[in-house]
């Protein structure tokens, strides 16, 4: 892989449209660069005394007591506005260019969660233009792709009530007002220095960063999101390799409110998740682009036990040395993947002890592994099936969203 120094970190590339690092991800160094600030367990245990004393019977995520969504950006004031009663909306999004794998679902899991916890509404931008920009995809495709990535997304749990699934070709005309204020604000400059485009790129790929950040703003959504109370600001979960787009949608909001005198525009939050590791290396994400290494959605037992049978190991070079030293958990991926899907905490760190200290073989983790993806992939093919073509297009239609608890 042909990598480049960026932010200091010697042979690693971090963009929207690749990631890797050479010997795995500096998250800390990432945070500062990223201009972040790190998700520190006090704020967890905040929200946690937030939700329980609301009377919320829901405890706090695996992905935020372990660390897995590493820092945010006024994820704080959110939570502080919330506490006050006032309102705030979810969103994230996917790109329609293939089937979804495990990595995929850090940021609707975690969405579906913060929808569930504090009773919100969810906005969910498929950005089926920027595909069409990017890749060697036709319309027709890509309109196929996309339905189909609804029936995973809606899969995984969101509230119908509370969530709506937008295609930009199909919402750009309401979008559209905020896509071209925030146009107007960005240099062809700053968005070749943010992400990377050249002379060279399609004009379509330059102005695409406008339409990614309009959803961050309330008023992008004036009949979805009409029921709240009062103006409601943004928080997106998403992986640290988006944050480009919603560090430039923050420093841009001065000024937005500024040339918009007649309406107010909120800084988003954001929250950041940590990258599912390849199967071949905790050096790179998760990549649809390299079948052989990454999990999806739709494999089957056979196709995942031959899949982990292969991860990338942190054990010893043979049985001797591994009850001697225990094994390399930091480049262990299948270890790694019991820390993002294994939700007992307790069978989480009797692995981390026994695997650690060599009375655990990597078969064995291994096993332990495939088990939990199994389960996790037949629950969610399960729910999958369920998704009917008149489901998405319910999720799919403008119609104003539930703030709070939904009516019995």
């Known amino acids: 892989m042909k990598t480049r120094s960026i932010f200091g970190v010697p042979n690693s590339t971090i963009t929207t449209q690749s990631v890797y690092s050479k010997g795995g991800f500096n998250y800390d160094h ?3 660069q990223f201009g972040a600030t790190k998700l ?11 939700l329980d004393d609301k009377g919320k019977n829901i405890s706090m995520h695996p992905f935020l007591k372990r660390g897995l969504f590493v820092s945010h950006r006024d994820l704080d004031l959110i939570v502080n506005e919330y506490e006050n ?5 979810l969103y994230t999004g996917r790109g329609p260019s293939g089937g979804l794998h495990l990595g995929h679902l850090m940021p609707f899991t975690i969405t579906r969660f913060l929808q569930q916890a504090f009773d919100v509404p969810v906005v969910i931008q498929l950005t089926d233009d920027e595909k069409f920009l990017h890749r060697d995809l036709d319309l027709d495709e890509i309109r196929v792709l996309l339905r189909e990535n609804c029936k995973d997304i809606i ?13 930009n070709f199909d919402y750009m005309g309401t979008l559209y007002p905020n896509v071209v204020k925030i146009q107007k604000l960005i240099t ?3 968005v070749r220095g943010i992400f990377g485009v050249t002379p060279s790129s399609n004009i379509g790929q330059t102005s695409f960063p406008a339409i990614q950040a309009a959803p961050s703003f309330f008023s992008s959504f004036p009949e979805v999101l009409s029921r709240a109370p009062g103006l409601a600001r943004c928080l997106i979960p998403c992986g640290l390799d988006q944050a480009p787009y919603f560090r430039m949608t923050r420093d841009i909001e001065p000024r937005l409110n500024s040339h918009n005198k007649k309406e107010m525009f909120l800084k988003p939050a954001i929250l950041h998740g940590t990258f599912l590791p390849s199967l071949e290396s905790i050096e790179e994400k998760m990549s649809a682009s390299k079948p052989d290494s990454a999990i999806f959605l739709t494999d089957t037992p056979a196709q995942v036990k031959k899949k982990v049978a292969r991860a990338s190991s942190g054990g010893r070079a043979d049985k001797k040395e591994h009850v001697r030293l225990g094994a390399d958990l930091t480049v262990d991926v299948p270890f790694h993947f019991c820390k993002y899907f294994l939700e007992d905490d307790q069978e989480l760190e009797q692995i981390r002890h026994e695997y650690g200290t060599g009375a655990m073989m990597s078969s064995q983790i291994k096993q332990r592994t495939c088990k939990l993806i199994d389960t996790l992939l037949t629950e969610h093919q399960a729910r999958r099936a369920l998704v009917t073509d008149e489901l998405v297009d319910q999720f799919l239609k403008v119609r104003p969203l539930s703030f709070g608890p939904n009516k019995q």
């Open 30 to 32: 990432l945070i500062e």
């Open 40 to 50: 520190q367990p006090d704020l967890i245990q905040k929200i946690q005394k937030i």
């Open 85 to 89: 009663g006032e309102p705030f909306y």
């Open 155 to 167: 899969a995984c749990g969101f509230d119908l009530e509370k969530t709506f699934i937008f295609s």
């Open 188 to 190: 062809n400059n700053q």
